[in-house]
């Protein structure tokens, strides 16, 4: 038994892919929710289509820095390539209204740091059907 995990989580795992060139980044969120979901770590975009071939993801989780520089475009894109996935985006604050403007261009939610592990199973559970 997993301390902390509700049953009905642990048996209904969803594969959720964490996009950020920031390893530490990366490896923080995977940590939050590897139990209770397959949980990937990917390192870069390409990396992250390249597997959803094989394995679509029913989230990703994008870091802010990619969002600034592909803009509204990768969310498109996201949607074309893997129709279907979720997408949630890690914003360093809620001052300069990016994490407002990601969610009118379409993504379906966002994470404000700093993270904590409620915070974000509590999202990622809403967004995946399971609150």
């Not at 969310?75 to 407002?100: C, H, M, N, Q, Y």
């Not at 409620?118 to 559970?125: C, G, I, P, S």
Request: charged content about 30%.
């Amino acid at each position: 038994m997993q301390i902390g995990v509700e049953t009905s989580t642990a048996v209904d795992n969803k594969r959720i892919f964490v996009v950020d060139e920031n390893e530490i980044m990366r490896a923080a969120v995977q940590f939050m929710l590897h139990d209770e979901n397959e949980t990937h770590e990917a390192p870069s975009l390409e990396w992250a289509y390249d597997k959803a071939r094989d394995w679509p993801p029913d989230l990703m989780i994008l870091a802010e820095a990619l969002m600034r520089q592909h803009g509204v475009e990768l969310l498109k894109d996201i949607a074309e390539r893997v129709p279907g996935t979720k997408i949630l985006v890690i914003v360093d604050s809620t001052t300069d209204g990016f994490g407002k403007q990601c969610l009118a261009d379409g993504a379906d939610g966002v994470l404000i740091k700093p993270l904590t592990i409620e915070f974000v199973r509590r999202k990622v559970d809403v967004l995946l059907g399971r609150r």
